[in-house]
């Protein structure tokens, strides 16, 4: 199964650090506008988007230039009414206040923390007037996060950094790193199964195996490649015993068209098998 | 085991959502506007979703009973469907629900008493003829019994409508509260069947043939109308002998008096809704297998089709004397 890829969105380098030391993530050298790490081992990516919905939004659609199958987690401080400093929460909901918009990130896998309503606001408040986290980027990222992945590939993680008791002004550099360092398992635990569903997602999208082969063979147009792609994928499941390079190169098809009428032929006679049934 | 349940603020009064979020205290409870804004945005992955869906409890809002296809038919009355719930307990690779929703979630739509009302007002339009109501269109009838307690209020519903037939359609084997009611004629218990080897291949999670026959047994012996809906007929290595053996435990099984009536049904997937499937689960060897596009849907050829309902329709006629067999042919949506 090819590896699963899980871009990181964080809105400022402070909380950022404990993730850049963690995953050992260094600078990535491509495009300008926003600054980015990562661990191509690891199958990890991170931007740095800068405050705002806006920024987080674009700071997506960077990141999303490359990769087809990434997972998406944002990951950034929270204010809520009277959760504790440090608390940390998934996600289940995400709400625009300024669009009135949601979204609800479906939980497919095992959530090793709780899970809250994550509010974006366009400016920070001190009073939370509903029992919700309070942040600036969540609606920007996941709204376009999710152009580029299924729903169950975008989340968003935070963690509580100021509440009514203990407001935001309090807050410095070292304290926002502790409290995304001091949650690094919890990140941990909900990446891997993010990169679990992403390697799923491509293996989906590999190209059947033979395409190559078969089409530096012959010419094939851009319909009959598309035909021809198709053709293989089901001959894989149906005919996995039998390799189609070998099967068309013993048949000695002299173009594209009877390559494609034949396999086609052949794959039309092949009943499927089931086991013994229960 | 539900996680997650969205609750529409709607229906947070109701008292069936009300019974459910107690039965489920350790659920994560997220409130939602409409049941619409989980289930239906774009990119959402069924398959993904299949493998933990939540439940969403809801208000239905208008449509609640539909008119259904004619040749969905089952006998001569008018023929009606209604949803209580969308999808299903089951993951069966044939399934047009994978197909039709975003969603793999679990929507309960808790106004039961505006479904019946809108069931009343079908039947006082009605004629002489009985009318039909098939409540397993979008889900399974069954499954979910224990979260959705529909048969429990149904079957009484429907038992003193004498001019309505509810059809209950199923491959759930959860008749416990069916054999604890007195049998009403006009509630028919239809149990989906495809050979053993088949159902063990393709039907994910459904409980194994040799059960649901022993089931639609029960239901029989207790004096239950019962179906047999032989729907999708499936074309693989072995399927003479694969549905042979099938009814004829069907016969040894059930009572000929028994059964109401079987249905056939062609293995048929509107073009579009094929596509998404099997983009879905590329690997499947019955979605790989030999199927073609004719007119607007993906089916096996005019010829298979015909040679699969000619058999299964001759050993099903051979094995009860005088079965209603009726044929379920699809049209493109």
Redesign the interface.
Known sequence: MPPGRVHLVVALRTEAQPLIDHFSMLPASSGRGFRSFANSDRGLALVLSGVGRAAAAAAVAHLARDDTDPAWLNIGIAGHRNLPIGAARLA??VHCASSAR???P????EIPC??A?VRTVDRATRDFPTDDLYEMEAAGFYEIA??F?????VHSFKVVSDNRARPAETLTADSVGSLIGDSLETINALIEPLQR?SA??SE?RVEPGGLERLLQASHFTTTQRRQLRRLL??WS??CPQVDAVDWVAFKALPDAGSVIASMQEH???????????? | MI??I?IEDDVEAHPRARRLLDRFPAA?V?P??RYT??FN?A???FR??K??P?LILARKRGNLVLEAPPELGIGEGPGFYFSHMLNCLYDCRYCFLQGMFR?A?YVLFVNFEDFEAAIDDTLTDGGEKPSYFFSGYDCDSLALESLSGFVERFVPFFAVRPGAVLELRTKSVAIRSLLAMTPSPNVVVAFSFT????????EHGAP???QRVRAAAELAAAGWPVGLRLDPLL?????RA?YATLIDGLAAAIPAAAIHSASLGPLRFPSKMFQRIH?MY?????L???L?RRDDFVSY?AAREAELVGFVEERLRRAFDDIAVFFFTPRAT
């Open positions: 289940h909901k949601s979204w609800y479906p939980l497919v896998f709780p899970t309503t999710a152009r992945a299924p729903h169950e590939l569903l799923e997602l989906r994928r089901r499941v149906v794959l039309e006679g092949v009943a499927p098998t089931f086991g013994p049934g229960g | 996680e997650t969205y994560r997220i939602c506007g804004e989980v945005p990119a959402q992955s993904l979703q493998e933990n939540a969603s979630h050979p053993a080897e088949a159902a063990a291949a393709i194994r043939v040799g074309w693989y290595d072995g399927w694969g983009r590329p690997e499947d060897a019955l790989s297998g030999p073609a050829s």
